[in-house]
């Protein structure tokens, strides 16, 4: 059965470095979301991407985030100056047209020291 | 805004009880959804609902759209149904984001 992928499953970093959080949607999927999950805390919604652009975004989606997808499969979600209070589990997650299912990868566990 | 509260927060019970988790919400909705976070953290979709009831094996799902309110039941309940359930909405407009309760931490007793 396909199934969204995700890279790395955890990354240290330090505060001030860039990170990359890579997913792979499932190949037929149209519509991209990532969410974030603080330790404790309920999942929240960042941003939306579809048709190459993206439809919806949160107050947490400052100009600190950005969403591509360079290729026909990855879609990436870049911290560039990460901060402390950025360490969370990143959920990327997709859906068809057409349905309002959403499938979730793994996650990566992101913490900022 | 749409607020999505669950109830109860923890729930803790034996092995054959009945389990009963509840979902309400604040606004209009496109659709409901019910998921299973594991220990690991790995999200898992169980139910999508915009009206009535829905079974998959041991689990049922209703929701009430006139009182904005869903629960999930798990029958004749095991140790590994022990995880977070979270209920989620989707809203009519947009990308279809979901917004997310808090989540019910259930864990099961042999």
């Known amino acids: 059965e396909p199934e969204v992928t995700q890279t790395p499953s955890h990354q240290v970093t330090q505060m001030g470095q860039e990170v990359i959080l890579r997913c792979v949607p499932i190949s037929n999927h149209l519509y991209f979301y990532w969410y974030r999950q603080i330790l404790g805390q309920k999942v929240e919604f960042l941003v939306s991407?579809?048709?190459?652009?993206?439809?919806?975004k949160s107050e947490i989606f400052d100009d600190q985030f950005s969403v591509e997808r360079p290729d026909g499969s990855n879609f990436t979600l870049k911290i560039r100056s990460t901060k402390l209070e950025d360490s969370a589990m990143y959920f990327c997650?997709?859906?068809?047209?057409?349905?309002?299912?959403?499938?979730f990868g793994p996650g990566t566990r992101l913490l900022v020291l | 805004k749409n607020e999505v509260e669950q109830s109860p927060q923890n729930l803790t019970a034996q092995e054959g009880e009945f389990i009963t988790i509840n979902c309400s919400y604040s606004?209009?909705?496109?659709?409901l959804h019910w998921l299973q976070q594991h220990p690991g953290g790995g999200i898992v979709s169980l139910f999508m609902?915009?009206?009535g009831k829905k079974k998959h094996g041991r689990l049922i799902a209703t929701i009430n759209i006139q009182e904005k309110h869903s629960s999930l039941h798990i029958t004749a309940s095991h140790p590994r149904d022990s995880a977070v359930y979270i209920c989620a909405v989707s809203s009519t407009q947009g990308a279809q984001k979901l917004v997310f309760g808090q989540g019910t931490r259930l864990t099961i007793n042999p």
């Open positions: 606004v209009g909705i496109s659709a």
């Open positions: 991407f579809y048709n190459n652009e993206i439809s919806e």
């Open positions: 609902l915009s009206s």
């Open positions: 997650a997709s859906r068809r047209g057409g349905q309002e299912t959403q499938y």
